[in-house]
């Protein structure tokens, strides 16, 4: 009797904390505005990414046990594909082409987003079938080297055809249009002002729903129980019947396709990507988002990716005036001290929380 009285007192509290939960979310854009401009707002949307980014890794990383460390090569393919297609600098190089699209060259978003998903998964599996055999740090130095390969190929392809611009970057990327809204500019509903960046957060947001759903799902389905198999014993998987070579070939291609959507978002909501945004810096904070969340675990993973793009930038916004106002003048620089936040966070949770700050719950040590 009294469990069934604290079940019944317990499902009020849970629904309350999910309104608050979904109500936060939907206001956070105005509160983060209203407490320090739209510059917290663009912060914000950057975690989104991040959030889409670090849920693609797990696929690969905690639900399949592959340690990819070149995962950003995939958000590369994304973006350059944006900017290839929705740019005049495709035209600027080919000027034969320009007899073909009098307009420009402006591909539609609706087409874009899943041309790169379905791109960036041929990658995955390109990637993935030389590296069947390969397992740990064998299989990172690989990966390593071809997100590597990737940024490289993307800053020497400026000659002898200028294709990505080198180092210089693409730049006047259109921006979404989605049932005929642009996401740029300023607009005004019922005397309210609406800045484009609000509704960048709105779309991350229901992207990342719909990633979720989707990791959830696949990790509750019969493929996710082959990748958890391979996750835990390859060789006994294998004995098993399980096809591995299939499963490690799909988490690769499923993973390498977030990545190519969220490289297709990062390129449209900056209008301009360049090889200094996939550099191996950038995968490695991806890949530790993963290990800091929680390794497989779908929460723990967005927990990760928050405190480690989030909270960063926050600290460095408030490292220069605490330490003027306890010291009268700066002794370390921001930027130092947001790559040593990086480095003593990974520590404290490999001593203290091995499983992640928020691991599953059947997450053993192993995980």
């Not at 005049?88 to 060259?105: C, I, K």
């Not at 499963?247 to 209008?271: E, I, R, T």
């Amino acid at each position: 009797m009294t469990i069934l009285t604290s079940e019944r007192s317990a499902a009020p509290r849970l629904n309350i904390g999910i309104i608050l939960l979904v109500a936060g979310l939907l206001l956070a854009p105005w509160l983060a505005s209203a407490a320090g401009g739209n510059y917290w707002v663009r912060v914000i949307d950057f975690t989104l990414l991040y959030i889409m980014l670090a849920l693609g890794l797990n696929i690969v990383v905690g639900f399949t046990g592959l340690l990819d460390m070149g995962f950003i090569a995939f958000y590369a393919v994304g973006a350059y594909l944006a900017a290839l297609l929705a740019s005049p600098h495709l035209l600027d190089a080919f000027p034969v082409l320009q007899g073909y699209f009098s307009d420009g060259l402006h591909v539609s978003y609706g087409v874009l987003i899943p041309l790169a998903a379905f791109i960036a998964g041929i990658c995955g599996i390109l990637l993935g079938a030389p590296t069947l055999r390969l397992r740990g740090d064998y299989l990172a130095i690989v990966t390593l080297g071809f997100g590597e390969i990737i940024r490289i190929l993307m800053r020497n392809l400026d000659r002898p055809v200028n294709i990505t611009n080198g180092a210089k970057g693409i730049s006047g990327i259109d921006s979404l249009s989605l049932f005929g809204l642009e996401f740029r500019g300023v607009y005004h509903l019922l005397g309210v002002k609406i800045p484009a960046l609000y509704l960048w957060y709105y779309l991350f947001a229901a992207l990342i729903v719909a990633i979720v759903f989707i990791c959830i799902r696949l990790q509750r389905s019969r493929v996710g129980r082959a990748w958890h198999a391979i996750r835990e014993d390859e060789d006994v998987a294998r004995a098993m019947g399980i096809n591995v070579r299939n499963f490690k070939l799909l988490a690769f291609a499923m993973g390498a396709s977030f990545g190519g959507v969220a490289g297709v978002m990062f390129a449209s909501f900056q209008g301009f990507v360049s090889p200094e945004s996939f550099t191996l810096q950038e995968s490695i904070v991806v890949l530790a988002m993963v290990v800091l969340g929680g390794i497989g675990h779908v929460p723990g993973v967005i927990l990760g990716a928050v405190m480690l793009s989030a909270l960063p930038e926050l600290l460095r916004s408030q490292a220069v005036p605490v330490q003027e106002a306890l010291f009268g003048t700066v002794l370390v620089d921001p930027e130092i001290l947001r790559q040593l936040f990086y480095g003593l966070a990974l520590v404290l949770v490999m001593i203290f929380r091995p499983g992640g700050v928020w691991p599953a719950k059947h997450a053993g040590a192993k995980a």
